[in-house]
C-alpha cells in the first residue's frame, strides 16, 4: 500500500463523518468545507466518497474565468435534485475575493434555492480568505478538518 492510499485509509472516519453530513442534511442546505492542503490527498477522499455513497454526488467544476459560486451551481443543477453537489476548484478561479464576497453577500439565497449539502473543497489559503472576506458564511459552515496527522477532525458550526 503506498502513502497516499494509507493517508486515505486513515482519514475513514472524515469519509464516514462526511457521509453522516449528506444523510443527515437530505432536503435541506448545508454548507461544508472540506479542509485539505494536499491536491492528490482531497482527490483519493473524493473518490472514495463517490464509491462509498449510493446514490450520486453531483460534481462542479470551476473554470479559472468563474465569476459566481451560486451562479455555477445554479446553472450546474437545472433540473436536477441531487443528495449532495461536491464543488472541486475554487483554489483555481481568478477572482476568489469577489466569489466569497458575493456568496457572503447572498448567503440567504443559498439555503432558499439549494436543498442539499454543498461540499466545498478548500486549503489552508482560502480557509484564511473565507475567514476574513467572508465570516457570516463561514460562521454557517462545517468544517471538516484532514490534519497534518492525516486524522480528521470536525467542527461544527451554526448554520
Not at 128 to 147: G, H, M, N, Q, V
Amino acid at each position: 500500500m503506498n502513502n497516499l492510499e494509507n493517508f486515505a485509509n486513515n482519514n475513514h472516519d472524515a469519509i464516514r463523518s462526511i457521509l453522516r453530513a449528506i444523510n443527515f442534511s437530505q432536503g435541506q442546505f448545508s454548507l461544508i468545507f472540506l479542509h485539505c492542503n494536499c491536491v492528490r490527498l482531497h482527490q483519493e477522499i473524493a473518490v472514495k466518497l463517490r464509491s462509498s455513497y449510493c446514490t450520486r454526488i453531483e460534481e462542479i467544476n470551476l473554470s479559472p474565468s468563474a465569476i459566481s459560486l451560486y451562479d455555477n451551481i445554479s446553472a450546474t443543477m437545472v433540473n436536477i435534485q441531487p443528495h449532495a453537489v461536491m464543488v472541486f476548484g475554487l483554489d483555481t478561479v481568478n477572482h476568489l475575493d469577489s466569489i466569497l464576497q458575493v456568496s457572503n453577500q447572498i448567503r440567504e439565497e443559498f439555503s432558499k434555492k439549494f436543498a442539499f449539502p454543498l461540499l466545498i473543497w478548500i486549503d489552508d489559503q482560502i480557509l484564511k480568505r473565507i475567514i476574513r472576506i467572508a465570516p457570516d458564511l463561514e460562521s454557517w459552515s462545517t468544517i471538516i478538518d484532514f490534519d497534518e496527522n492525516h486524522r480528521m477532525q470536525a467542527q461544527s458550526l451554526s448554520f
